[in-house]
């Protein structure tokens, strides 16, 4: 990561940033509670195998758990609706049992079969689709996340929190999705933001305000600090949050860490994170991955290989199709049900070699044929009963098809800059890869909160009509007059203007007709 340079000029720019997180609220469960036309408060959770994978806030407040079974479920909620991911087989067809049947008899049908969460992926493009419309800067980082970079789409602070609720309310508008949303002047902080609020909240933190909240930012939320590196942290330096980071000195740190990462940990603990938002409309590596009973043969495994690289195949054609491109390496990963070498509770390896090429009638069973050579060709050994398979494609390179061409696609991204007006009808239908309500009622009314210091005598600023901007009388951008001041020239003078201090927004979406 790159380091923070502890100048006047450099701690400015960085200051002067504009980044937005945008994260959907229970993404998946909102893609089939629209499905299934449902009511909001409806408890819904969505279903993978025997485990929840996502639980909509009306199960969540019944005390439904990510990772429970679906019996947990429905002991906690009689009414609760429990629907699977949607499975297909080795032909990409689908079993012929409903996906609100979770029956042992449907679990031994779809046991066959692999997820397929094309379902998720289509929404996850229109939503991506929309985001692009504002800013040519959209970072995806995950189906239903994303980083969008707005410093040199707007003039000031106040301009893009009006900015980004035109997002939610497009995304709201045209798919009846709702998200949470973040506005800060890094990454950091702007993940922090919008995952403070939830659900359906855009939370705003100006630099002025950011001191004031370091001491609510505890390590573990924090990337890069949530693993060991960050337990090692809070055991050798009793650090709990960045605040008690910032407590230390850059010598402290130097002491125990290499130079780069302890002047990233000191700048980082002040608020600082010079990490970019790197344009990026398609995933990194497509993948197919299975967990199964235990097999013990080489058989049962060629039958799961060549049912995930049938897949792995179907997802890698429609990502041709859309971005005109091939991966190079393919890599397999296993699982076994024995005990690791060092006493992990299972042993996992996985190798990588340059991915199969053969005609595309032939594709599932060499992808599948390549795997199984990888599998026998790891150094650890591959071992016996196996439970389970991941297959990655990934290390992709362009193909010149039509107007489209390598030059495009290693291109540099456009110019930054906000794509006109942003019409109020239709979806554009981007062809764009990876990352995602009836009866919709959102809140009543919006709500306001503040994370800076308690305000001073307020007045308010009519920004958009469905929202409220809080201003605090008599603030400064910052406590340094020599800071504000090159801000300003940093920021082209006149025609644009800091923003009086603005605190810390919480919005809620519009209320919507009863009717919608």
């Known amino acids: 990561m790159a380091a923070v340079t502890d100048t006047l000029g450099s701690r400015l720019e960085l200051e002067r940033r504009i980044v937005v997180h945008i994260d959907m609220d229970c993404f998946y469960a909102q893609v089939e509670r629209k499905r299934l036309d449902l009511a909001e408060d409806v408890p819904l959770c969505v ?4 485990s929840i994978l996502a639980v909509s806030y009306a199960a969540r407040a019944a005390g439904i758990k990510r990772g429970a079974t679906p019996q947990e479920a429905k002991s906690k909620c009689p009414e609760c609706v429990l629907v699977h991911v949607e499975t297909v087989d080795a032909a990409g067809r689908k079993p012929q049992v409903s996906e609100l049947d979770l029956s042992e008899e449907a679990s031994i049908v779809r046991a066959a079969n692999t997820v397929c969460l094309d379902r998720y992926r289509l ?26 970079e707005l410093t040199d789409v707007v003039d000031d602070f106040d301009e893009a929190v009006r900015l980004v609720q035109r997002m939610r309310d497009a995304i709201l508008d045209e798919l009846r999705y709702t998200c949470s949303a973040g506005v800060a002047c890094n990454k950091m902080l702007a993940k922090f933001a919008s995952s403070t609020n939830k659900p359906n909240k855009l939370t705003a933190i100006p630099w002025s305000e950011t001191n004031s909240i370091l001491a609510r930012i505890p390590l573990s939320r924090v990337r890069g600090l949530g693993g060991k590196f960050g337990a090692e942290l809070q055991r050798n330096f009793k650090a709990e949050t960045l605040a008690d980071l910032s407590q230390l000195s850059m010598a402290a740190l130097q002491a125990a860490y290499e130079p780069c990462t302890a002047e990233w940990l000191f700048w980082l603990a002040r608020g600082y994170d010079p990490s970019r938002v790197e344009p990026r409309d398609r995933p990194r590596s497509l993948l197919a991955a299975k967990s199964f009973a235990p097999v013990d043969t080489w058989q049962d495994a060629r039958r799961i290989l060549f049912l995930l690289a049938t897949r792995l195949e179907q997802r890698i054609e429609r990502d041709t199709s859309m971005h005109h491109r091939r991966p190079r390496t393919l890599c397999v990963s296993f699982t076994s049900a024995q005990a690791g070498l060092q006493g992990q509770r299972h ?24 795997a199984e050579k990888l599998l026998r060709s790891i150094r650890s050994g591959f071992r016996f009963p196996c439970k389970r398979f991941m297959l990655e494609a990934t290390n992709f390179q362009p193909i010149a098809s039509g107007a489209y061409s390598i030059r495009s696609y290693m291109g540099k991204p456009g110019k930054r800059a906000l794509k006109a007006d942003v019409p109020s009808g239709g979806i554009a239908e981007c062809e764009r890869e990876q990352n995602p309500i009836s009866g919709y009622a959102p809140a009543a009314r919006n709500e306001c909160s503040f994370a800076g210091a308690t305000p001073t005598p307020e007045r308010e600023h009519q920004g958009i009509a469905n929202a409220k901007l809080v201003l605090r009388a008599g603030s400064s951008v ?39």
């Open 347 to 370: 042993h996992h390896a996985s190798r990588s070699g340059p991915f199969p090429t053969c005609a595309k009638e032939d594709a599932a069973a060499s992808i599948a044929e390549g």
């Open 47 to 50: 279903v993978q195998w025997n």
């Open 478 to 516: 910052s406590g340094n007059e020599a800071l504000v001041s090159h801000w300003k020239r940093h920021c082209g003078g006149a025609t644009r203007r800091i923003h009086d201090g603005c605190i810390t927004c919480y919005f809620s979406q519009p209320k919507r007709s009863e009717t919608r």
């Open 123 to 148: 929404e996850s493009e229109k939503i991506f689709g929309i985001l692009s419309r504002f800013s040519d800067a959209v970072e995806r980082c995950s189906i239903d996340e994303a980083f969008i």
